[in-house]
């Protein structure tokens, strides 16, 4: 597939079947992440894949014991619980780290605090580059920010320190959705010339 294509033809996808991933074509999505550039070559990416019947189970357990703690509190989950359902149905969950932060570092630099954003940038295009070669092997996924409405409860759970970024569902896809609205790149661009 042409990365024009797969950049094109890429969708959320909320619905998965239940046939698991094979383990080449995780390895072929976790390969694409990490030819991603970054900062300074840091590579700060690290992946908790999550597979199996019982560790999903165990994995949207401990993510709706989180959401519920929070809304005990009075916190609105969003759309939290919609995205532990799929998560629930999704063969296949990526958890993302940052290497290069620990929860532990909470008096940093001015300059930490710039490597984090470099890092989260640098992230950011490992987790698109999963995006994309899931597109270019016919599987789905979902990039998801809701895993940090139980982000203690998860990490620990994980057994990791490091800073979660995001996770990513993947699988085969139950649903063919259509492309979302953007924004032109004419509305979202001024050129100063
Ligand atoms: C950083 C980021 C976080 C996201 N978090 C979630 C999420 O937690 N749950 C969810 O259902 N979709 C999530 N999405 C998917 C967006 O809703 C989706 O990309 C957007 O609506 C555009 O749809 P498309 O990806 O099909 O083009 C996230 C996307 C990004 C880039």
Same mark, same amino acid.
């Given at each position: 597939?042409?990365?024009?294509?797969?950049?094109?033809?890429?969708?959320?996808?909320?619905?998965?079947?239940?046939?698991?991933?094979?383990?080449?074509?995780?390895?072929?999505?976790?390969?694409?992440?990490?030819?991603?550039?970054?900062?300074?070559?840091?590579?700060?990416?690290?992946?908790?894949? +999550?597979?199996?019947?019982?560790?999903?189970?165990?994995?949207?357990?401990?993510?709706?014991?989180?959401?519920?703690?929070?809304?005990?509190?009075?916190?609105?989950?969003?759309?939290?619980?919609?995205?532990?359902?799929?998560? &629930?149905?999704?063969?296949?969950?990526?958890?993302?780290?940052?290497?290069?932060?620990?929860?532990?570092?909470?008096?940093?630099?001015?300059?930490?605090?710039?490597?984090?954003?470099?890092?989260?940038?640098?992230?950011? &295009?490992?987790?698109?580059?999963?995006?994309?070669?899931?597109?270019?092997?016919?599987?789905?996924?979902?990039?998801?920010?809701? +895993?940090?409405?139980?982000?203690?409860?998860?990490?620990?759970?994980?057994?990791?320190?490091?800073?979660?970024?995001?996770?990513?569902?993947?699988?085969?896809?139950?649903?063919?959705?259509?492309?979302?609205?953007?924004?032109?790149?004419?509305?979202?661009?001024?050129?100063?010339?």
């Amino acid at each position: 597939m042409l990365v024009q294509d797969a950049i094109a033809q890429r969708r959320s996808i909320r619905r998965y079947k239940e046939q698991p991933v094979s383990e080449e074509d995780i390895r072929a999505v976790l390969h694409a992440a990490t030819l991603a550039p970054s900062g300074k070559n840091r590579q700060p990416w690290r992946f908790v894949v +999550v597979h199996g019947e019982a560790r999903r189970a165990e994995m949207v357990a401990v993510m709706r014991q989180g959401i519920a703690k929070l809304e005990a509190q009075g916190v609105d989950p969003g759309s939290s619980k919609r995205s532990a359902g799929i998560m &629930a149905r999704a063969p296949v969950t990526v958890f993302v780290f940052n290497q290069d932060a620990t929860y532990a570092d909470l008096n940093r630099s001015y300059s930490d605090r710039l490597f984090d954003i470099v890092a989260i940038q640098s992230i950011g &295009a490992a987790i698109q580059n999963m995006l994309l070669a899931a597109t270019d092997r016919g599987l789905g996924t979902l990039w998801i920010c809701d +895993v940090f409405y139980a982000i203690e409860e998860l990490c620990g759970w994980l057994g990791e320190d490091h800073v979660m970024v995001a996770a990513v569902a993947l699988g085969h896809p139950d649903e063919a959705p259509g492309a979302r609205p953007r924004k032109s790149s004419d509305e979202v661009t001024r050129w100063f010339s």
